[in-house]
């Protein structure tokens, strides 16, 4: 495709979960439970609220067509603010902190004095029915040359469980929310942006890791399409795939409307009841309705069932504007005989509305309020679709496509959180945020001061044993046994379902510098780190696996199994030494540095052969 | 540069680099606070910005509401507190109302269960609520029942509304329901407990119910709200939606939600069992002391120029002993002391311990079980009414508007 011409633009907004002790508005921990550990539940409605100008926010509307009633499941770990049942504390500075720090990092320019938001959110995510935010930084740039415009802090809102069940573990834990300009122009400048994001990010070293830590929503617009945007991706290697499939959707629906437009299509505003009509149906979904009316799509016929994404039909856009009001989905007559309606039920109903066979049919079906309202999200569709693309929110769906999750909303949706004071950002405490090392630059730096290779680098500075490595360093550990215990070993016991979480840091560094001086050979780390997750003292774990043996007691060692293989060792010359060195290994039981006894035993096989061949 | 904006101005201003529009919405501890086109405020210094053009009138859509007029009518009577709002997004101003038109504009399901009419007595913030207030409310109230209304809600912020329900049910009988409302969280958010408290109490307004009460949400969900006598009903939290509360005892009666099905308890009492009388006369020189170990019987001195003086005192209604003695002197003075106490739940019962036995002696009312608010409360009344200390005494000792109950029974 070429990008160019469609006029492609896009920009993302990335959401971070941020690794703060405390959550953003209360001293709750931002810990993720599991939602069978909940010990509370309650239930709330939302509603939205009427602004000055009369208006209700369009997408606040949108969730509105169904009264929906919320269920919260509480933890030991949430409080009355999670609840909405208190008012919120002070912004937590750890995380306003942090905010910062990512903004200095892109040369943004703090605001003076940060206010606290309410932006309306009324799909049940926040037990308020708002998500406290704040616009913190504004104008930075990216070294791509494009610009990111601003940094907002904002709490994370419930992990939905199912339905209209939310879990609230999740409320109020920190995000930075960084918004670039809508500056890239292929769909792999806009991965390539997402996977720059995300590693300034994790360089704070603070930032929550695992799937659905970090999420990408995605703005696209082409020339004469319509900007969209796509909520809640998670996987980074799927964006561009992503951004591709929403131009194939615009740009197929720009097709379908020029074609419309050609025909002459129009949108009856008028639909038929045919409940009587499709009485004897075998179609379990229209057996079991109350109801079932036919929006009279006309000139659209054939284009409802033309593809708009892999798998996606313009009739499945349709369908999802449908859904909204409760319905389970809709029938139209491009892909009808089909799902128990025959084809002599279509003709009736076709004979029944008086439609041309170049018009398309669709069937909405449910009880009487929910047919009325789907209706009307279908023509109001299908009228959409003769002129423009929309401009809507849409979630993604598994694989790269997208679905409907209601309009774009409005700016007319925030307003002051008054239970929280502006928070001052003073010149000294700008001044004394300090960048951190960004991680690309600290893998080069480690495949130059530590000999790392660079493929390794790039896996120790992105894991999160970069502080064990940082620490083991400092230390004076040698790089290439940290790097191989975090890239290997410590991989290799968690999949063999080690619960290596219990180790701390320190504990490592422990087993890794006995290693070092000696006291225990390499070979022994799995094992003693087993030990240690499983409850061993690290220290009490050494001893038991450190034979004890000093350099000396090696040597008396080396030299009984030298004095008992004299005419082998004799013979073969310093060869003899790979297999004298199994046996003495085998003596010392793996406990000793394989090194030291190579060193020791070259050192006696040498003067013995020296002393042997002397007279 | 010294220019002067006004909230609705659009400014231009320039931070970080960049020049942007956005709309002035006041000053704060010395930046401007500008919301930009994304809905966000921020707070920069004044010098950065210049006017852009000059706030116009927004057209605020009215849509009218047609009050279906075979509805029983309902009065509203707003003294503060919200029970609605809206916001203005251009500045994030949220504006209470208080037409009976808004009200229902802002709460439609109300328009299905009566016509209202309202009026704004007051709007202040309930903890600058006084007992003057309270005797206008009760004749305001008067007045709308002589009107002919079929029931009376009055809105009201909730920290003191218990003190204002309990003192109108002293001045007034009714033969109509008068149901005091608030909410816990403020009616511009979407989770507000507004809408729902509204609409039961206008519910218990149009039920058999027949005397003052307060409705407010039962639990922390949104499933029933329960209607409290005024005189029980107490606000035990600073926050939840379910601070009301009958201390010791049943409420009244729930409203299902979102049925909106009454139920009243057998020791309500029912519409059109009282006539209209109003007595609003009060004696406001009264004071509630809150007693602690160690205090100085020079704080009950400081007191003097009382009429009457609430105690709440300890366990079954207990001060130090070197207190009594000056208790003893105000009493002896022509002062009035009632004994209640800090526990609550329970009656005061000062024959059980010499202290008790003392301060009785001294002359000091036993409170029976009555909050030491409402005690309060009912004092200033019976100050206003009663004719010399045994009147005093027998009213304070009588069950008036279900105060107390002479029994007491197990269960808080």
Known sequence: MDYDSLGLMAGIEIHQQLDTR?????????????????NRKYFRYLRATESE??????AAREEMKMERKFTYHAYDTTCLVEDDEEPPGPLNPEALSLCLTIAKVFGMTPIDQIHIMRKLVIDGSNTSGFQRTALVAVNGYLPSDGDIETICLEEEACQRIEGDNFSLDRLGIPLVEITTGPFMRTPD??????????MVLRSTGKVKRGLGTIRQDINISIKDGSRVEIKGVQELDLISEVVRREITRQVSLLQIRDELLRRGASVSSETKDVTSLLKGTKSEVLKRAERIIVVTLKGFGGLVGSEVQPGRRFGTELSDYAKKCGVGGIFHTDELPAYGVTEA???????????????????????????????????DRAEAALTCVPEETRKMLPLGNTSYMRPLPGAARMYPETDVIPVKIKSEEWGRIIIPELLDVKAQRFVTAYGLDPAIARQVVFSEYLPLFEAGIEEGIKPAILSRTITSTLKELRREGVLISNLTNSDIISVLRAVDIGKVGKEAVPDLLLAVAEGTVVD?????????????????????????????????????????????????????????????????ITSFLSGAESP | MNQTFESGDLIRCRWGGKDFSGVYVTERDGSIVVKLSNGYNIGIPLSVCSIEQKSEDTNIIVKTIEQDKSLPVLSIISTGGTIASRIDYRTGAVTSQFDAEDIVRTIPGLAGIAQYRARRLYNILS??????????????????????????????????????????????DSPVPIVFVGSQRSADRPSSDNVMNALCSAKACVSHLGEVAVVMHSGSSDDRCSIHRATRVRKMHTSRRDAFQTISGEPLGHIEYPSLEVSLNPHTQHRNSKELSLNDK?????????????MDPSVIKRYEDCHGLVIAGTGLGHVNSGLI???????????????????????VCDRVYDTGRDLLLSGVIEGEEMLPETALVKLMWVLGNANGHEEVRSLMQSNLKGEFRMRSFYGL
């Not at chain 1, 100008?53 to 369009?58: C, N, Q, S």
């Not at chain 1, 043996?549 to 080396?558: A, E, F, H, S």
Request: net charge negative.
């Open chain 1, 22 to 38: 405390e959550k953003l508005f209360c001293h709750c921990e931002t810990r993720l439970r599991e939602s069978s550990e909940s």
């Open chain 1, 53 to 58: 100008l009369g208006e209700i926010d369009r």
């Open chain 1, 189 to 198: 400048e806009v991965q390539a942006t997402a996977a720059y994001l995300g």
């Open chain 1, 345 to 379: 039920e279509v003709l009736s109903i076709r004979n029944f509305c008086e439609s041309e066979p170049s018009d398309c049919l669709v069937l909405v079906s449910g009880n009487k309020r929910e047919v009325i309202c789907a209706a009307r999200q279908v023509i």
């Open chain 1, 540 to 604: 009490a774990a050494i001893e038991k696996s450190s034979s004890g043996l000093t350099k000396d007691d090696i040597r008396v060692i080396v030299r009984k199994v030298i004095s008992e293989r004299e005419e082998f060792i004799r013979e073969k010359g310093m060869g003899s030494l790979g297999p004298v060195m199994g046996i003495v290994m085998k003596e010392v039981r793996g406990a000793v540095d394989g090194k030291i006894i190579s060193e020791v035993l070259k050192e006696e």
């Open chain 2, 127 to 172: 903890e600058n609520m006084t007992p003057s207030i309270w005797q206008e409310l009760a004749r305001e109230i008067y007045d709308e029942i002589k009107d002919g209304t079929y029931g009376v809600i009055v809105t009201h912020g909730t920290d003191t509304l218990a003190y204002s329900a309990s003192a109108v049910s002293f001045m007034l």
């Open chain 2, 282 to 294: 009060m004696d406001k020189n009264c004071a509630l002391l809150y007693f602690y170990p160690g």
């Open chain 2, 325 to 347: 003695r000056e208790i003893g002197h105000f009493i002896g003075n022509g002062g009035e002391v009632v004994m209640t106490s800090q526990c609550l739940h329970g009656r």
